[in-house]
């Protein structure tokens, strides 16, 4: 099993930056990809960025690139989501998600998943 925790979220302006955390603990996850995924009011969930664990190979939605940095601590056992130049439509619940293989985007390719935490964008 493997428990995440996110924290980080809040209220910002748009333009403003944000760091989001995802502590992990339980099993390793170093063959484990660790993944950001945010969901807004009325629309599906959706892939932000993932890395992996073993390589930190990083892979980001177009909407988020060059904007969006995930990263990893390997002493902490955290993943990191920086988040700059933030917009409206950057107001999510965001998730931090485990899944076994690197190079997924889907939902469905995640096995563990955090509570999520709420990032509000203001105008």
């Known amino acids: 099993q493997v428990q995440l925790v996110e924290s980080g979220g809040g209220l910002v302006q748009a333009g403003g930056s944000l760091r989001l955390s995802c502590a992990a603990s339980?099993?390793?996850?170093?063959?484990?990809?660790m993944g950001w995924f945010r969901q807004a009011p009325g629309k599906e969930r959706e892939f932000v960025a993932a890395?992996?664990?073993?390589?930190?190979?990083?892979d980001y939605a177009d909407s988020v690139k060059g904007r969006f940095t995930i990263s990893r601590d390997n002493a902490k056992n955290t993943v990191y989501l920086q988040k700059n130049s933030l917009k409206p439509e950057d107001t999510a619940v965001y998730y931090c998600?485990?899944?076994?293989?690197?190079?997924?985007?889907?939902?469905?390719?995640?096995?563990?998943w955090g509570q999520g935490t709420q990032v509000t964008v203001s105008s």
């Open positions: 890395i992996s664990w073993r390589t930190s190979n990083t």
């Open positions: 998600a485990a899944g076994s293989v690197f190079g997924g985007r889907r939902v469905s390719e995640f096995v563990y």
């Open positions: 339980g099993r390793t996850l170093s063959n484990y990809a």
